[in-house]
């Protein structure tokens, strides 16, 4: 939740900060704002709603001169989204500005000690403490005042700081919060996602938890916990700064969906070779394999929806049971697992907090632990035994698609050479591997086989409410098919076991009820087909996916959704395809702001 950005060098600064902002929207959009300093002077413009907003009244940053700034796009946590709880917060002498992502846990008790000190606030947010402790343990020396003050927050956070008395500086300290710092030449950034970094440099460094850093436009210096400058490595950023653009498309996120036989092209190819499935990564794991009795998946939303359909293949193919936990209640339950268990962690960005809690708890009680992760060096990735990229590319749409199907794409490949180490794939491994090799193509063929979603939006899109059925893969599909009607669409989407139809939500069907039927599994055809005449009985109107020549459904459906035939043990990546398109168009013919869903933000680094 939140984005911050932070520059420091010889150009004109809030021009840089606003643009880093609009790259960092993603992250929340009630309120942004930004300070800037010119010389010992700090000014500060906030503003409720979109960084829109915010360029309209800084005149695109030209009316907010200074080398040195931070800035700030919020998504509400502590207090409504207005300008008052908008940051960046000043400290009561002036002297400081702060931003901050995620939540400091312990805000209330800091704030009555601090307005026992006479120290006033102006904002409902956890934030404003922040800056009133930097007040108060300030004698001249602002690291030091750093320190004492992170050594009080309970939490995470990632700040980004100034002070009025050391212009041409910005201070950037993380806990538990993804920071990044951009490294240039005479100029220097940091910010919560490379996204807003790779337009002005490509060389970046990843703090970890309890370090911070000094930036000036000449040097980058960082520190440890104790206040001990440490040195760290500069990474090279290689993806094209084009992926992270529209490229033309109206949405990021219909951008996204096309660009899904590429992103499942590149999370399959380079790992089969020679006939195997490769996880060059996982040689240190392997050997440990046998000795595996339980694998658990844990995630949180979309993730999580990519661990129910990835659970089939796995359990499937190794013959080891599977369990699939929301990582929010994962972390909570005492879970009971051992050196034999397996914890497989999803998450596109690798800042998930719930997901990283749940990793820590299981990883403390000695389970294995293997994290799926697109963002290189995220937390996710750093605390997991050893990790697989999906290499989905920067993902910049809310709601997500290319990072889910990618997700599920490396579990099927995780299922085949775990299977295959353990000695239990048999004579099918080729023609398993020819699927996943098949699937990139087959996305296309699913994108290009339905031509008429968007007339399909139109004769669907005022219903208020939407049920998603289907059976074993298909229903863990439609798991994620309802939530991006929901999240996107703003209607009530609904996914249940279409053999549970009977057992209670059959009462809410009645007549012109949309009722989304996936068919796609042949093995239990027949079963979902008698669950859609069920429905069809009752007045509803059944939107069936299924494959082209699936002759069965014809006298069923009213409105027909299609994939190319493919093994219903990987066809999940296929069938949620057509599902994402008809949600986007549903969402468009309802005007909602499809990037920006309300109440939503991409990563979700607080509890």
Known sequence: ??????????????????????????????????????????????????????????????????????????????????????????????????????????????????????????????????????????????????????NRLRGSYALGVICSDEPGKIYAVREASPLILGVGIGENYFASDVTALVSHTRNVIYLDDGEFAELSGMSIRIFDCSGTEIRKKTTRILWDVQAAEKGGYEHFMLKEIMEQPGAVRAAIAPRIKNGKVIFEELGAFLPALPDIRKIIITACGSAYYAG????????????????????????????????????????????????????????????????????????????????????????????????YTTQIAVLYLLAICFADHLNRLGKDEAAMLDTLQALPRRIQQAIDMNPAIPELAKKYHENHAFFFIGRNTDYAVALEGSLKMKEISYLHAEAYAAGELKHGTIALIDEHQPVIALCCNPFIMEKTLSNIVEVKSRGAEVLALTFRDNQKILPVADDLLFIPKVDALFSAVIEIVPLQLLAYYVAKENGCDIDKPKNLAKSVTVE
């Open 1 to 150: 939740m939140c984005g911050i950005v932070g520059f420091t060098g010889m150009q004109e600064a809030a021009p840089i900060l606003l643009d880093g902002l609009k790259k960092l929207e993603y992250r929340g959009y009630d309120s942004a704002g930004i300070a800037v300093m010119s010389g010992k002077t700090i000014s500060v413009n906030k503003v409720r709603g979109r960084i829109a907003n915010l360029c309209e009244k800084t005149k695109d940053g030209t009316s907010v001169p200074g080398p040195t700034g931070i800035g700030h796009t919020r998504w509400a946590t502590h207090g409504a989204p207005t300008e008052e709880n908008a940051h960046p917060h000043l400290s009561n002498d002036g002297r400081f500005a702060v931003v901050h992502n995620g939540i400091i846990e312990n805000y209330l008790t800091l704030r009555e000690e601090l307005l026992r000190d006479g120290y006033q606030f102006q904002s409902e947010t956890d934030t404003e403490v922040i800056v009133h402790l930097l007040e108060l343990y300030y004698k001249g020396n602002v690291r030091d005042a750093l320190l004492k003050t992170a």
């Open 308 to 403: 129910c359909a990835g659970r089939y293949a796995l359990e499937q193919l190794c013959g080891i049971p599977v369990e699939v936990e929301l990582a929010s209640e994962l972390r909570y339950l005492n879970p009971l697992v051992d050196g034999h268990t397996l914890l497989i962690v999803i998450s596109q960005s690798g800042e998930t907090a719930d997901t990283i809690a749940a990793l820590k708890e299981c990883k403390s009680r000695g389970a294995k632990t293997l994290a799926i992760v697109n963002v290189v060096g995220s937390t996710v990735a750093k605390l997991a035994d050893c990790t697989v990229y999906t290499w989905a590319g920067p993902e910049i749409a809310v709601a997500t698609t290319k990072g």
